[in-house]
């Protein structure tokens, strides 16, 4: 189905989301027609952040707002679908949008799997009635779908598209990308160069393949890094966990600023903690590169000014390989917790492969690891 098609039953002139490959013909519609424009298209921290901004312009409105978002950013939205959306609470009408990861009998990454499984399940628990868009679904398929979802919404409930993989085409073609110049994966090398056989907890996406990868090239083992495949947003917390843990070993962080802005209390908490031996190191390249490019808000915030508030000892943003080198090699002597930006190019290898062992191999590899420390 084309996306202008799938758009214009919608009607809806408000979307609010976070981007995902299974949408990126949406999100490119959306970036062609709008950009970036808080009156029309906004893309949010997370997917719970973006049902509050839809509720709220439903409230100034009183019309019905999209919310899109990946399968996995459900566990986000059922706080406030249950307890603000909810007919029984604000009767909040929202049309969700949702690219269906792991779909089961489609092949997809491990952290995809059991959210694909039970994608469609979490939105009957929720009271959400769904309808699932494929390929062979016709315009007069999602007409009849959407004069049905319109008196559902009319009740004050919510409704979701599920959409599998390709449903949605034609889409205009957009450009991503930004001034830096430092390439992510060679910041990671030289990450790893300076970290030696410290522990690396790394984020979610083209990161932790980059990583797998370097180590590979490099002939190392698998054993020092754990590659949080899922669950964005919450590396630097597995990370604070593992250096409160193990105070005798370095521990380094290698986020990305989309995971960042997700949960971002997370930064507080670790202000507040302050482990001395741990390295938080934000590569940032304003975007969410690994689902297709699009912009996130972390090139108009001061990401060091917000680790210092939150309690880092210790913040720097480093935008040249020089600079870098200088502070991983500070950081790794340094006995209190540092912080440091990277800013980074959009782009990858379009060679880049996928970690080879599976995900409990990868935990019970870097728990033998640090077992041994």
């Known amino acids: 189905m084309k996306v202008e098609s799938f758009v214009k039953a919608l009607g809806a002139d408000f979307y609010t989301g976070v981007p995902d490959s299974q949408l990126k013909a949406l999100c490119n519609y959306l970036m062609d027609t709008y ?10 921290a997370n997917e719970g952040n973006c049902a509050a901004l839809a509720a709220g312009y439903h409230l100034a409105t009183g019309k019905v707002p999209v919310v899109y978002m990946q399968n996995s950013g459900e566990g986000n939205i059922i706080n406030p679908v249950a307890s603000l959306l909810n007919d029984k609470v604000y009767a909040i009408p929202v049309i969700f949008v949702i690219g269906w990861r792991g779909e089961p009998g489609i092949h997809d990454e491990p952290q995809h799997i059991y959210q694909g499984e039970v994608t469609v399940k979490l939105l009957d628990d929720m009271d959400i009635k769904s309808f699932v868009i494929g390929k062979e679904t016709t315009e007069e398929e999602l ?18 598209f599920v959409i599998r993989k390709g449903a949605l085409t034609d889409a205009p073609s957009v450009k991503y990308s930004n001034e ?24 979610t996406g083209k990161a932790s ?32 966990g593992v250096a409160i843990n193990k105070p005798d070993l370095k521990v380094w962080c290698v986020d990305g600023d989309g995971a960042v802005l997700m949960h971002m209390g997370s930064m507080a908490v670790l202000g507040a903690n302050k482990p001395s031996n741990m390295v938080h190191v934000v590569i940032n390249n304003s975007a969410h590169e690994t689902v297709g490019g ?13 680790a210092k508030a939150c309690g880092y000892p210790y913040a720097v943003s480093v935008d040249s390989f020089e600079a870098l080198d200088k502070e991983l090699a500070d950081a790794k002597k340094r006995d209190s917790l540092s912080l440091i930006e990277v800013k980074c190019s959009i782009g990858a290898r379009d060679d880049l492969g996928r970690p080879t062992t599976t995900a409990l191999e990868n935990k ?4 033998k690891y640090l077992s041994g420390c």
């Open 35 to 44: 950009g970036i424009d808080p009156k029309h298209h906004v893309i949010a």
């Open 143 to 160: 007409a009849a779908a959407m004069a049905d979802f319109r008196e559902v919404l009319a009740t004050g409930k919510d409704v979701a």
């Open 180 to 203: 830096n110049t430092m390439v992510r994966e060679e910041i990671i090398r030289h990450i790893v160069a300076a970290s030696g056989t410290d522990p690396i907890v790394s984020t």
């Open 209 to 240: 393949r980059e990583l797998f990868e370097i180590r590979e090239a490099n002939g190392q083992g698998h054993g020092y890094d754990f590659l949080t495949v899922g669950s964005m947003g919450h590396s630097s917390s597995i990370a604070l």
């Open 294 to 306: 699009m912009p996130t808000v972390a090139g108009s915030i001061d990401l060091v000014g917000i």
């Open 364 to 367: 019970q590899n870097f728990m």
